[in-house]
């Protein structure tokens, strides 16, 4: 199995006996998710880079992540997420793995596998680089092309047997949505025969990009149910030679999820220029401050920088939030959610069943149904011929770097 890095230790409710109490202030931290570049060969239609790029600061630099991450291990964090965009465009990774690891933080390179080649991927197992985590888009070559922008599944499997071959821990990741869904028993084979240690099943969250193309990415309840069937038997089938994570999208739940384990509580998220971010998506609020590295230091940003602050604990909560049983479970669902669906970062995240909007989520689940049959189109693709099947268009980023 690949090694998981240790859960952290829970915050104590109230002291042991007879020591003082803890000073107040937020948990700890436990992941840095370190953006280090939104440049990508890649253009997948579902991209988490901003849709706008125009404006952002330099990318920061080898020494200012170093102190970062010296930084982020005296707040407590325990590992390190390198990713982007494509981190292997940073030709100082090798110096950056290693800083990573000199601070003992387990530390994960999350890639495209695109740039990679194998003698660089000794040079990163050899500065202290713990797994690889690689994404695919589907196991069909054409209908991968169409959601990453190029032809790269060969390319992409080789890199996984390099990964298996060095002996660094393997995670497979794809994220699931209406095109490759019905390839699911296919997408799991061939986790299993590249050897990967970790299968990570994400359906698609709809922000950013991928909420410029939820028509196209939406699924039915029904692919979604029989996904959940067929990760049921694999994980039957499987045991532990490979660990199934799945998750499955908010628009098909009663009840959010606990986002990032709750805003501020777990994770930091460091932008390629320097802001320190709740989540990936946060920069989309408007009406936060959010600090940078390279003027403040990560400790005073977690435990005082406005963006943080803004939405930990319950003050902040509306009803029907503020007064329910679940608001120290999923704390108020996904803000950036709540804001690109409602205009209003503080409302209720609509994939609530209890939020005031929510026929917002069912009105899209509604389309989604109604679209069986329909196929995605790319944007610039030769026109269809008018004999066949209706097209929805697929909007892709542009190409960055």
């Known amino acids: ?79 390190v997420t390198l990713t982007g965009g494509e981190p292997l465009v940073r030709t100082d990774l090798e110096e950056l793995v290693r800083a990573a690891r000199e601070r003992d933080l387990f530390t994960t390179l999350i890639t495209s596998g695109v740039p990679l080649e194998r003698e660089r991927l000794l040079r990163l197992r050899d500065a202290g680089l713990d797994g690889v985590q690689l994404s695919f888009q589907d196991v069909d070559p054409a209908a991968a092309a169409r959601v990453a922008g190029i032809e790269a599944l060969a390319r992409k499997q080789e890199v996984a047997g390099w990964v298996k071959a060095l002996e660094l821990p393997l995670t497979v990741n794809i994220v699931l949505h209406r095109e490759n869904l019905p390839r699911l028993p296919a997408l799991i084979a061939l986790a299993e025969e590249l050897g990967a240690n970790r299968l990570e099943l994400a359906h698609v969250q709809y922000l950013g990009w991928a909420l410029l193309n939820r028509d196209v990415l939406l699924p039915t309840a029904a692919m979604i149910a029989g996904a959940r069937a067929t990760v049921s038997a694999a994980r039957v089938r499987l045991g532990d030679r490979m660990e199934i994570l799945s998750v ?77 049983e679940r608001r120290r479970i999923d704390f108020g669902g996904c803000r950036c959610q709540a804001f690109q669906l409602t205009g209003d970062m503080q409302a209720t995240d609509p994939t609530c069943g209890l939020a005031p909007r929510h026929d917002l989520v069912r009105a899209a689940r509604s389309a989604a149904e109604s679209r069986a049959g329909e196929s995605p189109a790319i944007e610039g693709a030769a026109p269809t011929p008018e004999s066949a099947a209706p097209l929805l268009r697929l909007r892709r980023p542009p190409t960055v770097g």
């Open 1 to 79: 199995m690949t090694p998981t890095p240790p859960t952290p230790t829970p915050t104590p409710t109230s002291p042991p006996a007879g020591a003082a109490a803890p000073p107040p202030g937020p948990p700890r931290p436990y992941t840095l998710v370190a953006e280090l570049t939104y440049r990508c060969p890649l253009r997948c239609a579902y991209c988490s880079n901003p849709i706008a790029l125009a404006g952002l600061g330099a990318e920061l630099d080898t020494a200012t992540w170093a102190r970062v991450f010296g930084e982020a291990e005296a707040l407590g964090v325990m590992q």
């Open 248 to 324: 499955l999208p908010d628009y098909f739940s009663d009840r959010p999820r606990a986002c990032m384990e709750g805003w501020g509580r777990r994770y930091l998220v460091i932008a390629p220029d320097g802001r320190v971010l709740p989540c990936q998506a946060a920069h989309t609020l408007s009406g936060l401050t959010f600090d940078n590295v390279a003027t403040r230091g990560l400790g005073e940003i977690w435990r005082d920088g406005d963006a943080f602050a803004r939405f930990r604990g319950e003050s902040w909560m509306p009803d029907p939030c503020r007064s329910c």
